[in-house]
Protein backbone atom coordinates (compact mmCIF):
# COMPACT_ATOMS: atom_id res chain seq x y z
CA UNK A 1 0.00 0.00 0.00
CA UNK A 2 2.94 2.11 0.99
CA UNK A 3 4.55 2.25 -2.93
CA UNK A 4 1.11 2.30 -4.55
CA UNK A 5 0.64 6.00 -2.56
CA UNK A 6 3.94 6.86 -3.17
CA UNK A 7 3.82 6.39 -6.87
CA UNK A 8 0.28 8.05 -6.68
CA UNK A 9 1.56 11.02 -4.24
CA UNK A 10 0.08 13.94 -6.15
CA UNK A 11 -3.56 11.92 -6.16
CA UNK A 12 -3.27 11.38 -2.59
CA UNK A 13 -1.60 14.44 -1.59
CA UNK A 14 -3.91 17.80 -0.64
CA UNK A 15 -1.15 21.00 -0.15
CA UNK A 16 -2.62 23.23 2.75
CA UNK A 17 -1.47 26.63 4.99
CA UNK A 18 -0.20 24.02 7.49
CA UNK A 19 1.83 21.96 5.00
CA UNK A 20 0.96 18.33 2.64
CA UNK A 21 -1.60 16.66 3.49
CA UNK A 22 -1.12 13.42 2.57
CA UNK A 23 -3.44 9.79 3.01
CA UNK A 24 -0.80 8.05 4.40
CA UNK A 25 -0.27 10.42 7.22
CA UNK A 26 -3.76 10.52 7.95
CA UNK A 27 -4.11 6.98 8.13
CA UNK A 28 -1.42 4.97 9.73
CA UNK A 29 -2.10 7.57 13.16
CA UNK A 30 -5.64 7.10 12.94
CA UNK A 31 -5.63 3.39 12.83
CA UNK A 32 -3.59 3.22 15.85
CA UNK A 33 -5.58 5.60 17.77
CA UNK A 34 -8.55 3.51 16.84
CA UNK A 35 -7.05 0.13 17.68
CA UNK A 36 -5.99 1.71 21.26
CA UNK A 37 -9.34 3.15 21.53
CA UNK A 38 -11.04 -0.22 20.82
CA UNK A 39 -8.34 -1.63 22.53
CA UNK A 40 -10.15 -0.83 25.71
CA UNK A 41 -13.43 -2.37 25.55
CA UNK A 42 -11.52 -5.52 24.70
CA UNK A 43 -9.38 -5.35 27.57
CA UNK A 44 -12.15 -5.15 29.85
CA UNK A 45 -14.11 -7.82 28.40
CA UNK A 46 -11.10 -9.84 28.74
CA UNK A 47 -10.83 -8.92 32.21
CA UNK A 48 -14.79 -9.33 33.06
CA UNK A 49 -14.66 -12.67 31.50
CA UNK A 50 -12.50 -13.95 33.78
CA UNK A 51 -14.23 -12.54 36.91
CA UNK A 52 -17.99 -13.34 35.81
CA UNK A 53 -19.51 -14.18 31.92
CA UNK A 54 -22.98 -12.46 33.57
CA UNK A 55 -20.89 -9.59 34.12
CA UNK A 56 -19.67 -9.68 30.03
CA UNK A 57 -23.26 -9.70 28.94
CA UNK A 58 -24.33 -7.12 31.46
CA UNK A 59 -21.83 -4.38 30.16
CA UNK A 60 -22.47 -5.56 26.46
CA UNK A 61 -26.05 -4.38 26.97
CA UNK A 62 -25.05 -1.09 28.94
CA UNK A 63 -22.22 -0.34 26.12
CA UNK A 64 -25.04 -0.23 23.37
CA UNK A 65 -26.98 2.43 25.32
CA UNK A 66 -23.42 4.24 26.35
CA UNK A 67 -22.88 4.26 22.68
CA UNK A 68 -25.81 5.54 21.59
CA UNK A 69 -24.94 8.82 23.51
CA UNK A 70 -21.50 8.54 22.67
CA UNK A 71 -23.49 8.34 18.77
CA UNK A 72 -24.33 12.30 19.12
CA UNK A 73 -20.99 13.38 19.79
CA UNK A 74 -19.26 11.58 17.01
CA UNK A 75 -21.98 12.53 14.23
CA UNK A 76 -21.55 16.42 15.18
CA UNK A 77 -17.57 15.67 15.17
CA UNK A 78 -18.25 14.26 11.20
CA UNK A 79 -20.53 17.56 10.10
CA UNK A 80 -17.82 19.82 12.03
CA UNK A 81 -15.00 17.87 10.52
CA UNK A 82 -16.34 18.23 6.79
CA UNK A 83 -17.38 21.86 7.33
CA UNK A 84 -13.84 23.02 8.89
CA UNK A 85 -12.21 20.77 5.95
CA UNK A 86 -14.07 22.48 3.21
CA UNK A 87 -13.64 25.95 4.65
CA UNK A 88 -9.66 24.72 5.05
CA UNK A 89 -9.93 23.60 1.24
CA UNK A 90 -11.67 26.89 -0.21
CA UNK A 91 -8.73 29.04 2.18
CA UNK A 92 -11.52 30.40 4.40
CA UNK A 93 -9.04 29.90 7.63
CA UNK A 94 -11.19 32.16 9.79
CA UNK A 95 -14.50 30.65 9.70
CA UNK A 96 -12.95 27.48 9.88
CA UNK A 97 -11.57 28.58 13.37
CA UNK A 98 -15.18 29.95 14.08
CA UNK A 99 -16.97 26.47 13.43
CA UNK A 100 -14.45 24.54 15.73
CA UNK A 101 -14.94 26.68 18.95
CA UNK A 102 -18.92 27.06 18.34
CA UNK A 103 -18.94 23.20 18.31
CA UNK A 104 -16.98 22.97 21.25
CA UNK A 105 -19.37 25.11 23.57
CA UNK A 106 -22.45 23.80 21.87
CA UNK A 107 -21.38 20.11 21.82
CA UNK A 108 -20.56 20.62 26.01
CA UNK A 109 -23.26 21.94 27.18
CA UNK A 110 -25.74 19.06 25.02
CA UNK A 111 -23.37 16.22 26.49
CA UNK A 112 -23.93 16.97 29.87
CA UNK A 113 -27.58 17.40 29.52
CA UNK A 114 -28.42 14.16 27.53
CA UNK A 115 -25.61 12.02 30.43
CA UNK A 116 -28.37 13.20 32.57
CA UNK A 117 -31.53 12.06 31.09
CA UNK A 118 -29.64 8.89 31.11
CA UNK A 119 -28.24 9.08 34.48
CA UNK A 120 -31.78 9.12 35.78
CA UNK A 121 -33.27 6.09 33.00
CA UNK A 122 -30.48 3.80 33.78
CA UNK A 123 -33.01 0.95 34.80
CA UNK A 124 -35.83 1.09 32.65
CA UNK A 125 -33.36 1.76 30.16
CA UNK A 126 -31.54 -1.59 30.69
CA UNK A 127 -35.35 -3.40 31.69
CA UNK A 128 -36.52 -2.67 28.14
CA UNK A 129 -32.74 -4.58 26.64
CA UNK A 130 -34.19 -7.89 28.59
CA UNK A 131 -31.16 -7.51 30.51
CA UNK A 132 -31.49 -10.34 32.98
CA UNK A 133 -33.04 -9.00 36.55
CA UNK A 134 -30.04 -10.69 38.23
CA UNK A 135 -27.75 -8.46 35.78
CA UNK A 136 -29.36 -5.21 36.55
CA UNK A 137 -26.69 -4.22 39.16
CA UNK A 138 -23.75 -4.62 36.99
CA UNK A 139 -25.59 -3.23 34.26
CA UNK A 140 -26.54 0.05 36.08
CA UNK A 141 -23.49 0.42 38.21
CA UNK A 142 -21.38 0.23 34.92
CA UNK A 143 -23.99 2.31 32.80
CA UNK A 144 -24.40 4.90 35.18
CA UNK A 145 -20.52 5.71 36.14
CA UNK A 146 -19.82 5.51 32.35
CA UNK A 147 -22.83 7.87 31.55
CA UNK A 148 -21.89 10.25 34.06
CA UNK A 149 -18.50 11.12 32.50
CA UNK A 150 -18.98 10.45 28.94
CA UNK A 151 -18.32 14.42 28.92
CA UNK A 152 -14.86 13.92 28.65
CA UNK A 153 -15.13 11.20 26.11
CA UNK A 154 -17.23 13.28 23.93
CA UNK A 155 -14.99 16.32 23.84
CA UNK A 156 -12.04 14.18 23.13
CA UNK A 157 -13.99 13.09 20.29
CA UNK A 158 -14.95 16.36 19.12
CA UNK A 159 -11.23 17.41 19.47
CA UNK A 160 -10.02 14.95 17.81
CA UNK A 161 -12.04 15.74 15.01
CA UNK A 162 -11.77 19.20 14.44
CA UNK A 163 -7.35 18.61 15.11
CA UNK A 164 -7.62 15.67 12.01
CA UNK A 165 -9.38 18.37 9.85
CA UNK A 166 -6.82 21.02 11.04
CA UNK A 167 -3.68 18.01 9.87
CA UNK A 168 -3.14 17.22 13.51
CA UNK A 169 -3.50 13.09 13.82
CA UNK A 170 -0.63 12.61 16.32
CA UNK A 171 -2.28 14.16 19.27
CA UNK A 172 -5.33 11.91 19.33
CA UNK A 173 -3.06 9.23 18.85
CA UNK A 174 -0.60 9.78 21.35
CA UNK A 175 -3.52 10.37 24.26
CA UNK A 176 -5.08 6.90 22.93
CA UNK A 177 -1.95 5.56 24.35
CA UNK A 178 -1.85 7.46 27.74
CA UNK A 179 -5.49 5.92 28.16
CA UNK A 180 -4.80 2.72 27.15
CA UNK A 181 -2.24 2.39 29.75
CA UNK A 182 -3.60 3.86 32.38
CA UNK A 183 -7.26 1.92 31.83
CA UNK A 184 -5.39 -1.42 31.04
CA UNK A 185 -3.60 -1.27 34.06
CA UNK A 186 -6.10 -0.12 36.51
CA UNK A 187 -9.01 -3.06 35.27
CA UNK A 188 -5.87 -5.65 35.76
CA UNK A 189 -5.79 -4.41 39.39
CA UNK A 190 -9.54 -4.31 39.76
CA UNK A 191 -9.73 -8.24 38.39
CA UNK A 192 -7.10 -9.48 39.16
CA UNK A 193 -6.42 -7.88 42.66
CA UNK A 194 -2.78 -8.13 42.78
CA UNK A 195 -3.22 -6.05 45.81
CA UNK A 196 -6.39 -4.59 47.40
CA UNK A 197 -8.30 -1.38 46.00
CA UNK A 198 -11.33 0.65 47.08
CA UNK A 199 -12.31 -0.26 42.93
CA UNK A 200 -14.00 -3.84 42.83
CA UNK A 201 -15.82 -5.54 40.02
CA UNK A 202 -17.55 -4.02 37.46
CA UNK A 203 -18.60 -0.51 39.31
CA UNK A 204 -14.25 -0.73 39.59
CA UNK A 205 -13.94 -1.27 36.33
CA UNK A 206 -16.02 1.58 34.95
CA UNK A 207 -14.40 3.87 37.77
CA UNK A 208 -10.87 3.14 36.44
CA UNK A 209 -11.65 3.43 32.75
CA UNK A 210 -13.23 7.33 33.47
CA UNK A 211 -10.37 7.62 35.40
CA UNK A 212 -8.24 6.90 32.66
CA UNK A 213 -10.36 8.97 30.12
CA UNK A 214 -10.08 12.10 32.88
CA UNK A 215 -6.58 12.13 32.91
CA UNK A 216 -6.45 12.02 28.81
CA UNK A 217 -8.54 14.69 28.09
CA UNK A 218 -6.33 17.39 30.71
CA UNK A 219 -3.25 15.63 28.34
CA UNK A 220 -5.10 16.10 25.53
CA UNK A 221 -6.07 19.97 26.33
CA UNK A 222 -1.79 20.37 26.96
CA UNK A 223 -1.48 18.74 23.79
CA UNK A 224 -3.39 21.19 21.45
CA UNK A 225 -2.39 24.31 22.95
CA UNK A 226 1.06 23.20 22.30
CA UNK A 227 -0.15 22.63 18.78
CA UNK A 228 -1.32 25.99 17.52
CA UNK A 229 -4.46 25.12 16.81
CA UNK A 230 -7.36 27.63 15.62
CA UNK A 231 -10.06 28.72 17.82
CA UNK A 232 -12.22 32.19 17.92
CA UNK A 233 -14.26 32.59 20.68
CA UNK A 234 -15.23 36.24 18.64
CA UNK A 235 -17.76 34.01 16.74
CA UNK A 236 -20.16 34.29 19.43
CA UNK A 237 -19.93 37.57 18.92
CA UNK A 238 -21.07 36.96 15.10
CA UNK A 239 -23.73 34.58 14.68
CA UNK A 240 -22.73 31.37 16.42
CA UNK A 241 -25.83 29.80 15.84
CA UNK A 242 -25.73 29.94 11.81
CA UNK A 243 -22.31 28.99 12.10
CA UNK A 244 -23.56 25.59 14.58
CA UNK A 245 -26.36 24.97 12.19
CA UNK A 246 -24.00 24.26 9.21
CA UNK A 247 -22.10 21.61 11.34
CA UNK A 248 -26.06 20.61 11.94
CA UNK A 249 -26.89 20.60 8.44
CA UNK A 250 -24.10 17.92 7.74
CA UNK A 251 -24.60 16.44 11.28
CA UNK A 252 -28.15 16.02 11.65
CA UNK A 253 -28.89 13.43 8.75
CA UNK A 254 -26.10 11.40 9.93
CA UNK A 255 -27.15 11.49 13.25
CA UNK A 256 -30.57 10.30 12.37
CA UNK A 257 -28.95 7.80 10.27
CA UNK A 258 -26.07 6.87 13.30
CA UNK A 259 -28.75 6.93 15.46
CA UNK A 260 -30.97 4.31 13.92
CA UNK A 261 -28.55 2.32 13.22
CA UNK A 262 -27.38 2.42 16.95
CA UNK A 263 -31.01 2.22 17.99
CA UNK A 264 -31.38 -1.19 15.56
CA UNK A 265 -28.42 -2.49 16.96
CA UNK A 266 -30.02 -2.42 20.68
CA UNK A 267 -33.41 -4.28 19.40
CA UNK A 268 -31.40 -6.83 17.87
CA UNK A 269 -29.63 -6.66 21.26
CA UNK A 270 -33.00 -7.01 22.44
CA UNK A 271 -33.91 -10.14 20.23
CA UNK A 272 -30.86 -11.77 21.15
CA UNK A 273 -30.93 -11.33 24.74
CA UNK A 274 -34.41 -13.61 24.07
CA UNK A 275 -32.27 -16.17 22.86
CA UNK A 276 -30.16 -16.28 26.20
CA UNK A 277 -27.61 -14.42 27.74
CA UNK A 278 -24.93 -16.54 26.02
CA UNK A 279 -26.23 -15.69 23.27
CA UNK A 280 -25.57 -12.06 24.17
CA UNK A 281 -21.33 -12.85 25.53
CA UNK A 282 -21.34 -14.60 22.38
CA UNK A 283 -22.05 -11.67 20.53
CA UNK A 284 -20.09 -9.26 22.59
CA UNK A 285 -17.00 -10.99 22.17
CA UNK A 286 -17.66 -11.32 18.33
CA UNK A 287 -18.65 -7.12 18.48
CA UNK A 288 -14.61 -7.13 20.27
CA UNK A 289 -13.16 -8.92 17.85
CA UNK A 290 -14.45 -7.57 14.26
CA UNK A 291 -14.23 -4.26 15.19
CA UNK A 292 -10.50 -4.34 14.38
CA UNK A 293 -11.39 -6.43 11.12
CA UNK A 294 -13.13 -3.61 10.17
CA UNK A 295 -10.23 -1.06 11.47
CA UNK A 296 -8.34 -0.58 8.28
CA UNK A 297 -11.89 -0.19 6.41
CA UNK A 298 -13.34 2.37 9.54
CA UNK A 299 -10.05 4.71 9.60
CA UNK A 300 -9.43 4.86 5.65
CA UNK A 301 -13.36 6.57 5.29
CA UNK A 302 -12.60 8.79 8.24
CA UNK A 303 -9.39 9.91 5.94
CA UNK A 304 -11.33 9.99 3.03
CA UNK A 305 -13.72 12.17 4.13
CA UNK A 306 -10.95 14.73 5.31
CA UNK A 307 -9.25 14.64 1.83
CA UNK A 308 -12.61 14.70 -0.25
CA UNK A 309 -13.59 17.96 1.84
CA UNK A 310 -10.63 19.41 0.83
CA UNK A 311 -11.06 18.69 -2.75
CA UNK A 312 -14.87 19.79 -2.48
CA UNK A 313 -13.98 22.86 -0.95
CA UNK A 314 -11.53 23.92 -3.80
CA UNK A 315 -13.79 22.60 -6.49
CA UNK A 316 -11.57 19.44 -7.40
CA UNK A 317 -14.34 17.22 -8.28
CA UNK A 318 -12.90 14.84 -10.70
CA UNK A 319 -10.00 14.47 -8.61
CA UNK A 320 -12.37 13.64 -5.51
CA UNK A 321 -13.91 10.98 -7.73
CA UNK A 322 -10.72 9.17 -8.71
CA UNK A 323 -9.35 8.83 -4.94
CA UNK A 324 -12.77 7.91 -3.42
CA UNK A 325 -12.70 4.98 -6.57
CA UNK A 326 -9.46 3.85 -5.49
CA UNK A 327 -9.87 4.23 -1.35
CA UNK A 328 -13.39 2.20 -2.13
CA UNK A 329 -11.39 -0.61 -3.46
CA UNK A 330 -8.59 -1.07 -0.91
CA UNK A 331 -11.11 -1.02 1.87
CA UNK A 332 -13.27 -3.63 0.77
CA UNK A 333 -9.65 -5.79 0.03
CA UNK A 334 -8.45 -4.69 4.15
CA UNK A 335 -12.26 -6.00 5.46
CA UNK A 336 -12.09 -9.35 2.95
CA UNK A 337 -8.36 -9.55 3.91
CA UNK A 338 -8.76 -9.20 7.84
CA UNK A 339 -11.74 -11.11 8.30
CA UNK A 340 -10.84 -14.36 6.59
CA UNK A 341 -7.69 -14.35 8.51
CA UNK A 342 -10.39 -14.03 11.32
CA UNK A 343 -12.27 -16.84 10.67
CA UNK A 344 -8.95 -19.37 10.50
CA UNK A 345 -7.95 -18.34 13.29
CA UNK A 346 -11.10 -17.98 15.01
CA UNK A 347 -11.27 -20.36 17.90
CA UNK A 348 -7.79 -19.46 18.70
CA UNK A 349 -8.64 -15.85 19.06
CA UNK A 350 -12.17 -16.03 20.99
CA UNK A 351 -9.70 -18.40 23.86
CA UNK A 352 -8.62 -15.08 24.67
CA UNK A 353 -11.90 -13.96 26.48
CA UNK A 354 -12.07 -17.44 28.17
CA UNK A 355 -15.70 -18.21 27.58
CA UNK A 356 -17.53 -21.40 27.85
CA UNK A 357 -17.54 -23.87 25.78
CA UNK A 358 -21.38 -23.05 24.21
CA UNK A 359 -20.26 -19.64 24.42
CA UNK A 360 -17.17 -20.13 22.34
CA UNK A 361 -18.71 -22.45 19.83
CA UNK A 362 -22.09 -19.88 19.21
CA UNK A 363 -19.35 -17.40 18.75
CA UNK A 364 -17.31 -18.67 16.30
CA UNK A 365 -20.32 -20.18 14.33
CA UNK A 366 -21.09 -16.72 13.30
CA UNK A 367 -17.47 -15.54 11.75
CA UNK A 368 -18.06 -16.97 8.77
CA UNK A 369 -20.86 -14.69 7.52
CA UNK A 370 -19.14 -12.23 8.63
CA UNK A 371 -16.51 -11.78 6.15
CA UNK A 372 -19.72 -10.71 3.94
CA UNK A 373 -20.55 -8.11 6.92
CA UNK A 374 -17.15 -6.39 7.16
CA UNK A 375 -16.89 -6.22 2.85
CA UNK A 376 -20.09 -4.40 2.98
CA UNK A 377 -19.30 -2.35 6.03
CA UNK A 378 -16.18 -1.26 4.29
CA UNK A 379 -18.09 0.13 1.19
CA UNK A 380 -19.89 2.39 3.55
CA UNK A 381 -17.70 3.42 5.32
CA UNK A 382 -16.12 4.87 2.28
CA UNK A 383 -19.72 5.44 0.79
CA UNK A 384 -20.94 7.41 3.48
CA UNK A 385 -17.76 9.85 4.12
CA UNK A 386 -17.46 10.55 0.75
CA UNK A 387 -21.07 11.56 -0.04
CA UNK A 388 -21.39 13.50 3.59
CA UNK A 389 -17.63 15.52 2.38
CA UNK A 390 -19.58 17.04 -0.37
CA UNK A 391 -22.56 17.69 1.60
CA UNK A 392 -24.99 14.93 -0.19
CA UNK A 393 -26.08 13.32 3.44
CA UNK A 394 -30.13 13.00 2.89
CA UNK A 395 -29.80 10.58 0.55
CA UNK A 396 -27.71 7.96 2.86
CA UNK A 397 -30.10 9.36 6.24
CA UNK A 398 -32.85 7.80 4.47
CA UNK A 399 -31.20 4.59 2.64
CA UNK A 400 -29.83 4.08 6.28
CA UNK A 401 -33.32 4.15 7.91
CA UNK A 402 -35.02 1.93 5.50
CA UNK A 403 -32.12 -0.50 5.53
CA UNK A 404 -31.72 -0.90 8.95
CA UNK A 405 -35.24 -1.30 9.69
CA UNK A 406 -36.46 -3.52 6.88
CA UNK A 407 -33.55 -5.54 6.62
CA UNK A 408 -31.58 -5.59 10.02
CA UNK A 409 -34.01 -6.05 12.57
CA UNK A 410 -37.19 -7.23 10.31
CA UNK A 411 -35.01 -10.21 9.35
CA UNK A 412 -33.10 -10.94 12.61
CA UNK A 413 -36.62 -11.27 13.80
CA UNK A 414 -38.14 -13.52 11.17
CA UNK A 415 -34.43 -15.48 11.40
CA UNK A 416 -32.77 -15.39 14.77
CA UNK A 417 -36.47 -15.82 16.74
CA UNK A 418 -38.90 -16.69 13.91
CA UNK A 419 -37.28 -19.34 12.49
CA UNK A 420 -35.01 -20.47 15.38
CA UNK A 421 -31.67 -19.67 13.70
CA UNK A 422 -30.53 -17.93 16.91
CA UNK A 423 -27.47 -15.39 16.36
CA UNK A 424 -26.36 -17.20 12.86
CA UNK A 425 -29.87 -15.80 11.58
CA UNK A 426 -29.21 -12.49 13.17
CA UNK A 427 -25.46 -12.12 11.43
CA UNK A 428 -27.43 -12.76 8.25
CA UNK A 429 -29.70 -9.93 8.53
CA UNK A 430 -26.82 -7.74 9.64
CA UNK A 431 -24.87 -8.95 6.49
CA UNK A 432 -28.42 -8.43 4.40
CA UNK A 433 -28.22 -4.42 5.33
CA UNK A 434 -24.42 -4.11 5.33
CA UNK A 435 -24.19 -5.21 1.86
CA UNK A 436 -27.60 -3.45 0.77
CA UNK A 437 -26.66 -0.40 1.85
CA UNK A 438 -22.89 -0.56 0.84
CA UNK A 439 -24.12 -1.35 -2.86
CA UNK A 440 -26.44 2.07 -3.01
CA UNK A 441 -24.14 4.41 -1.21
CA UNK A 442 -21.64 3.07 -4.42
CA UNK A 443 -24.31 3.49 -6.81
CA UNK A 444 -24.99 7.26 -5.45
CA UNK A 445 -21.23 8.33 -5.59
CA UNK A 446 -20.50 6.61 -8.95
CA UNK A 447 -23.85 8.74 -10.02
CA UNK A 448 -22.10 11.62 -9.59
CA UNK A 449 -25.60 13.18 -8.14
CA UNK A 450 -23.62 14.60 -5.21
CA UNK A 451 -21.92 17.46 -7.57
CA UNK A 452 -24.97 19.44 -6.88
CA UNK A 453 -24.68 19.62 -3.13
CA UNK A 454 -20.81 19.79 -3.28
CA UNK A 455 -21.47 23.14 -5.40
CA UNK A 456 -23.78 24.63 -2.79
CA UNK A 457 -21.77 24.21 -0.15
CA UNK A 458 -18.69 26.10 -1.50
CA UNK A 459 -21.14 29.00 -2.09
CA UNK A 460 -22.00 29.20 1.50
CA UNK A 461 -18.53 28.63 2.41
CA UNK A 462 -17.71 31.73 -0.07
CA UNK A 463 -20.62 33.66 1.63
Not at 14 to 36: A, I, K, S
Not at 273 to 301: D, F, K, R
Not at 339 to 357: A, G, M, T
Amino acid sequence: MKKFLEKNRDLFAVRTENGTLTLLGLLWPLLLENVLRNLMSTVNTALLGRFDEGAVSAVGIASQILNLVLTIHWVISGGASVVISQNLGAGNRKKAAQVATVTLVFVGFLSVAISAIVYILAEPLLLAMNLAPELLDYGMSYLRITTAFSFFEGIITILSAIARSYGDTKSSMVVMITMNILNAVGSYIVIMRPFETPFVGVAGVAWLKEISILVAFVFFLFLLKNTGLDLDMAAFKAKPFALFWEVLAIGIPQGISFISYNFSQIVSMSFIAEIGMSAVAAMQYVNNIVMYVSMAGSCLGTANGIMLGYLVGSGEFDRAQKVNNINLKMAMGFNAMFSVILFIFRFQILQIFSPEQGTLELAASVLFIDIFVEIGRAMNNIGESALASAGDVRYSMVLNIISCWCLSILFSYIFGIRMGMGLYGCWISFMMDELFRGTMNAVRWKSRKWIKYAESMRQRTAA
